[in-house]
């Protein structure tokens, strides 16, 4: 399955000057298509040269219940990112928002096919196969994207420009205000010795 903007339906469209957000949701009404659960064993995001940070959120009933995220985007090193996760399963009804964030610091990039391009777009790699038939001679292969022309799948598209990087959201090296406090130790010291115990006398001689 494949999500977000798998088609280029942005072709051409501006990245936008500077740093960006570029969300695509596909709604519900595509894995109802589908009408049955599979599981996701594997979940790969794909972005180009300019991008980011990247997720994939999965929404069930309006909440989100699982998100795979790139936190730190490197073309030359990523291609294609495998998520760090389980597996998951997909329910009909459920929904996707898939969110690419970019810095084009002159403006010159837009959505396309090359490298100096850009692109946003999950993959799901999933059992059992899905394939639906959506007139006579045409078979749907699971996929869901901007601009693909079928409404049960076709994702919405909003962009919007941000201040700095500080706005992208990113979930690691967050301050956490509730750690733990760990006691001073000295290295010299043995904790399994006890300090009171003079280690020359047998505690078994009276």
């Known amino acids: 399955m494949s999500i977000g903007d798998p088609l280029i339906g942005a072709f051409g469209q501006p990245v936008g000057q ?6 695509f949701e596909c709604p519900a009404s595509c894995s109802n ?10 979940e790969y995001l794909h972005m180009h040269e300019v991008g980011l940070r990247i997720t ?18 490197e073309f030359d090193q990523n291609g294609n990112a495998a998520v760090q996760q389980g597996e998951f399963v997909v329910e009909p009804g459920d929904s996707f928002r898939t969110t690419c964030y970019y810095n084009d610091p002159e403006g010159t990039r837009s959505f396309g096919l090359a490298s100096s391009e850009e692109m946003c777009m999950a993959f799901l790699y ?3 196969r899905q394939v639906k038939s959506i007139g006579p001679g045409i078979e749907f292969s699971w996929f869901c994207g901007h601009n693909i022309g079928f409404e ?14 500080d706005d992208i959201g ?9 750690c733990a406090v760990v006691p001073d130790v000295d290295p010299d010291v043995d904790p399994d010795v006890d300090p009171d115990v003079d280690p020359d006398v047998d505690p078994d001689v009276d």
Not at 56 to 73: A, M, T
Request: charged share 25%.
């Open 18 to 23: 500077g740093i960006s957000r570029h969300v």
């Open 33 to 42: 298509l589908i009408g049955q659960e599979v599981t996701v064993l594997r």
């Open 56 to 73: 994939n959120e999965q929404i069930r009933g309006g909440e989100v219940i699982r998100s795979g995220n790139v936190e730190h985007w």
């Open 126 to 128: 999933y059992y059992p």
């Open 152 to 165: 049960a799948c076709d994702a919405t598209y909003k962009k919007a420009s941000l201040e700095s990087t």
């Open 170 to 178: 990113r979930e690691y090296a967050v301050p956490n205000e509730q």
